[in-house]
């Protein structure tokens, strides 16, 4: 009359199954059973030796080839690169020796310049003289022939001379100007068509170089991708989700397992709950968050839980989750499920205890106006509601439990 009371409850906890997804070999069994698991742990590690990882190997070899070629190619660009600063090197020493080579030699050809316009100038007036004694008669016309002879070939020695100094004063400034043009010998011009092919080999370098470089990012990209899809496919190794104990452990390390096969089971202590019948009239009192007093049997005190769900009558609920079978007769009726809270399943004793999972207790719902319900239904029963102390009692409730009585 004061409430509804069930005596089959049972502690239940859900089960968190692990299947295996490929076939494979235990390389690290699951922890023994009714040990505790926190979340995070690993709860087992499980190998698949049916993958050889040839893809994998593949792409590493391409990688190490991509890697040695770059490595030739850059070490020849170091080559080259240390022959063009020879190169360089060897034509600013060349250049400087033929600088310093220009002043003599334009000093002694303005010597020779100088002698030559000297030597001419002394010609020029031996010739005067000869003419001016040949119409005298005092000389004879062959030596008047011989000296201007004499006059034009220092004439032609002076030309020859002032064309010695113009070629040099050519050289030394296109040697200033940086053109490094030798009218005398084809060094400089080896050395700039030596400039030339390293500077073409070096851009075929460089262009290989950045070619390789692409394919080798794409390389390591694919390698680091497949290493971690590769990983994941050769070792499984779940991570526990909840705390709680080991319900059922794994094979010992090195058996094999079958892809689906059950690998091991937790028992999730931070949802325990128990499943109580009720009748179904009480659909509209009983619901989530109702207060519920809970009494182990065998325990001395109760402790107060909460209804956590209500399900019809006609509801199928999954068994295959939960680690106990509740005690129910009958399949008719409310299904409540009452919240009893979580456990610590470090404790040893509760992960010995599995948590108190299986264990029986009794669960009561306060009805409300269960005195007032139990008189009207006792007074229509016997027909004394026409009687003014029951009837007065039983419409005005201010009576206590002794009248009534």
């Known amino acids: 009359m004061t409430g509804h009371i069930s005596s089959s409850a049972v502690v239940n906890a859900p089960i968190i199954a692990v299947y295996a997804p490929f076939d494979g070999v235990i390389e690290q069994a699951s922890p023994s059973i009714a040990q505790p698991v926190a979340e995070g742990d690993t709860l087992l590690v499980l190998n698949n030796r049916s993958l050889r990882g040839s893809e994998l190997r593949a792409l590493r070899s391409s990688l190490a080839a991509v890697s040695g070629e770059m490595s030739g190619l850059t070490q020849q660009s170091n080559a080259l690169e240390r022959l063009r600063k020879e190169l360089e090197d060897r034509r600013a020493a060349t250049v400087d020796a033929r600088k310093r080579w ?7 050809a303005w010597a020779m310049v100088q002698h030559a316009e000297a030597t001419v100038e002394a010609s020029k007036a031996r010739l005067e003289r000869l003419e001016k004694l040949s119409k005298n008669g005092s000389a004879p016309q062959r030596e008047v022939d011989s ?13 020859s ?16 100007g940086g053109s490094n043009l030798d009218l005398e010998s084809n060094d400089l011009e080896q050395i700039g068509y030596r400039l030339d092919e390293i500077a073409v080999r070096q851009a075929d370098i460089q262009a290989r170089l950045i070619q390789l470089r692409a394919s080798r990012q794409g390389l390591q990209s694919q390698i680091a991708g497949l290493s971690i899809e590769t990983k994941k496919q050769n070792a499984f ?7 709680g104990v080991i319900w059922e452990v794994s094979a010992p390390e090195g058996s094999s397992v079958s892809i689906g096969e059950p690998l091991a089971q937790i028992l999730d202590c931070s949802r325990r709950f128990m499943e109580v019948i009720l009748p179904e009239e009480s659909f509209e009192t009983i619901v989530p968050g109702t207060p519920a007093q809970v009494k182990y049997k065998g325990a001395t005190e109760s402790f107060t839980a909460r209804v956590a769900a209500v399900y019809g009558a006609n509801t ?5 989750m939960q680690a106990a079978e509740p005690r129910i007769t009958v399949d008719r009726g409310l299904r409540v499920i009452v919240g009893i809270g979580a456990v610590d399943p470090s404790d040893p004793k509760v992960s010995r205890a599995f948590c108190e999972v299986g264990r029986s207790a009794e669960v009561r719902f306060d009805r409300k106006n269960t005195i007032l319900d139990a008189v009207r239904a006792l007074a229509g029963r016997v027909g004394l509601l026409d009687q003014p102390l029951v009837a007065g009692l039983v419409n005005d409730g201010t009576e206590t439990d002794s009248r009534i009585n």
């Open 147 to 159: 000296a201007r002879t004499a006059l034009l070939e220092d004439r032609a020695t002076l030309a």
């Open 102 to 108: 220009f002043v003599p030699r334009l000093d002694e």
């Open 316 to 320: 199928r609920p999954n068994r295959n």
């Open 237 to 243: 190794v779940p991570k526990v989700t909840a705390a």
């Open 161 to 176: 001379a002032t064309a010695t100094m113009r070629r040099l004063q050519i050289e030394r400034d296109a040697l200033t």
